[in-house]
C-alpha cells in the first residue's frame, strides 16, 4: 500500500530538549516536505527536498533542521524546541515538478504528528 | 513570494453544490490542486489543474483560470460526509526551487 508513515504520532515535550520526527515514504518520490498546521494559518511549508542530498528552506525554517540521506526518509529535526512550536506537523511526498503534468501537485500526506512543548 | 486567498467559511445544505473560490499571486506557477482534510485527519488530494478549463471528477469537479489567477472547486450534490476543509494549493518554481504553497483552507459545513 503506498503511504507516508510518520512517527511518533503524538509527542510532549519540554522546551530545549532535541527531538526528531521520522518521515517515510514507499512511492519513490523524489519530492518531501514538512509543513505545519495552526489554527487559521492553513499549511505551512517548514522544509522541502527535491531528492537525496538536496534540500531548501520553505515559508517558516527557524528553529527546525532536516535531511535526506535516502530517498525515502526525509526526518524533521527540532535541536531546542520552544512553545511557539507547538502544532500539528505533516510530511508530505510526491513526484518530482518535472513528473508528467499534475503529479507533483497531488501530494501524499502522513497521518500527522501533534507535538505540543512545554 | 506566493499568496493564495479563498474564503474561510462556507456553509451548504445537504443536496445542493457549492463553489469554493480560490485566487492567488506567485511567480514560476504550473498548476493548482485541491486538498480535503477531514477534523483530525490527513489532506487527501482531490485534484489538479494545470490547463484552463474545468476537470471533472465524480461529484467533485475543478476549474482554472490562468489569466485570472483564479481557481474554484465545485462540490455537487452534497453530502453530510463532504463537511471538511478545503484547501487550495499552487505549484510553482523559481531560482531552482519548487514549492506546494497552501491557502489558509475554507471550512465547509453541510447541513441537514
Known amino acids: 500500500e503506498a503511504q507516508v508513515t510518520q512517527n511518533p504520532r503524538y509527542l510532549i515535550t519540554v522546551t530545549g530538549k532535541k527531538l526528531t520526527v521520522t518521515c517515510s515514504q514507499n512511492m519513490n518520490h523524489e519530492y518531501m516536505s514538512w509543513y505545519r498546521q495552526d489554527p487559521g494559518l492553513g499549511l505551512r511549508q517548514i522544509y522541502y527536498?527535491?531528492?537525496?542530498?538536496?534540500?531548501d528552506k520553505g515559508d517558516v525554517p527557524e528553529g527546525y533542521k532536516v535531511s535526506r540521506k535516502e530517498k525515502r526518509n526525509f526526518p524533521l529535526i527540532l535541536e531546542s524546541p520552544s512553545p511557539n512550536q507547538t502544532s500539528l506537523y505533516f510530511c508530505?511526498?510526491?513526484?518530482?515538478?518535472?513528473?508528467?503534468?499534475?503529479?507533483?501537485?497531488?501530494?501524499?500526506f502522513g497521518q500527522g504528528t501533534r507535538l505540543t512543548v512545554v | 513570494g506566493q499568496s493564495l486567498e479563498q474564503p474561510s467559511e462556507v456553509t451548504a445544505v445537504e443536496g445542493a453544490i457549492v463553489q469554493i473560490n480560490c485566487t492567488y499571486q506567485?511567480?514560476?506557477?504550473?498548476?493548482l490542486s485541491w486538498y480535503q482534510q477531514h477534523d483530525g485527519g490527513a489532506p487527501t488530494f482531490l485534484s489538479y489543474n494545470a490547463l484552463d478549463g474545468l476537470e471533472e471528477t465524480g461529484r467533485f469537479s475543478s476549474f482554472l483560470s490562468r489569466s485570472d489567477s483564479y481557481g474554484y472547486l465545485l462540490l455537487q450534490e452534497l453530502q453530510m460526509k463532504d463537511s471538511a476543509s478545503y484547501f487550495c494549493a499552487v505549484s510553482n518554481s523559481g531560482a531552482g526551487s519548487y514549492q506546494l504553497t497552501f491557502g489558509k483552507g475554507t471550512k465547509l459545513s453541510v447541513i441537514p
Open positions: 508530505a511526498s510526491s513526484l518530482s515538478l518535472l513528473a508528467p503534468t499534475g503529479r507533483f501537485g497531488e501530494a501524499f
Open positions: 506567485t511567480s514560476g506557477f504550473y498548476g
Open positions: 527536498s527535491m531528492n537525496v542530498e538536496v534540500t
